[in-house]
């Protein structure tokens, strides 16, 4: 660990990465042609690790603001941001179309949403570590981040529902796979050579 308490494994604010439930290959994907009861935008489940669809950036919680390249602690709320789309990771008192369990959506524009949008990770030790498993539960509801396999039919066959489940099972551990993580020297370094140019 460096004096700064960043490891260069740690997942970090401003990452651009994919989610990828553990034990499977799902990754949470904002679908832009299915929208829920609620009217929001529905988030599912797909087999596709190499989807452009399926990445997401790490922000501060709402109405906050977090410097790039921080590391992520345990217990620290974030906000999961699509990156084609700018809308959060969403949930809130509806019930998911497949399961029966709560609506897990997406919400906002560029980014901006509201404090529904927030989630808390959950993970062993003092921060999350990118290659370890976490679970999302949402700060408002408690739900946990899931997908138990239920399927969509027309016009999204074959995505799966992503929900809110409130007790903690094999279904809601993710990890972060591919994508873009930030380093705080990283960004110095970048900032250097922008104000050389």
Same mark, same amino acid.
């Given at each position: 660990?460096?004096?700064?308490?960043?490891?260069?494994?740690?997942?970090?604010?401003?990452?651009?990465?994919?989610?990828?439930?553990?034990?499977?290959?799902?990754?949470?994907?904002?679908?832009?042609?299915?929208?829920?009861?609620?009217?929001?935008? =529905?988030? *599912?489940? +797909?087999?596709?690790?190499?989807?452009?669809?399926? &990445?997401? !950036?790490?922000?501060?919680?709402?109405?906050? #603001?977090?410097?790039?390249?921080?590391?992520?602690?345990?217990?620290?709320?974030?906000?999961?941001?699509?990156?084609?789309?700018?809308?959060?990771?969403?949930?809130?008192?509806?019930?998911?179309?497949?399961?029966?369990?709560?609506?897990?959506?997406?919400?906002?524009?560029?980014?901006?949403?509201?404090?529904?949008?927030?989630?808390?990770?959950?993970?062993?030790?003092?921060?999350?570590?990118?290659?370890?498993?976490?679970?999302?539960?949402? =700060?408002? *509801?408690? +739900?946990?981040?899931?997908?138990?396999?239920?399927? &969509?039919? !027309?016009?999204?066959?074959?995505?799966?529902? #992503?929900?809110?489940?409130?007790?903690?099972?094999?279904?809601?551990?993710?990890?972060?796979?591919?994508?873009?993580?930030?380093?705080?020297?990283?960004?110095?370094?970048?900032?250097a050579h922008h104000a050389e140019l």
């Amino acid at each position: 660990m460096t004096e700064t308490g960043f490891e260069p494994n740690l997942s970090s604010f401003k990452a651009c990465f994919q989610l990828l439930q553990a034990g499977t290959i799902q990754c949470g994907r904002d679908k832009h042609v299915e929208n829920y009861s609620s009217g929001q935008q =529905s988030v *599912t489940g +797909v087999t596709s690790v190499d989807d452009s669809n399926s &990445y997401w !950036r790490i922000r501060g919680k709402t109405a906050t #603001v977090c410097e790039r390249g921080t590391p992520i602690k345990c217990g620290q709320p974030i906000r999961l941001t699509h990156v084609n789309t700018g809308r959060n990771l969403h949930s809130h008192h509806f019930t998911s179309p497949l399961s029966g369990n709560q609506e897990v959506s997406a919400f906002g524009e560029e980014g901006e949403g509201d404090y529904l949008d927030d989630w808390t990770v959950l993970c062993n030790g003092p921060y999350w570590v990118r290659d370890g498993e976490v679970r999302f539960k949402h =700060s408002s *509801t408690e +739900v946990l981040l899931s997908v138990t396999g239920e399927q &969509y039919g !027309r016009p999204i066959s074959g995505q799966k529902e #992503v929900h809110g489940m409130a007790q903690p099972s094999q279904n809601n551990y993710w990890k972060a796979m591919e994508g873009i993580f930030m380093k705080p020297s990283e960004l110095l370094k970048a900032e250097a050579h922008h104000a050389e140019l």
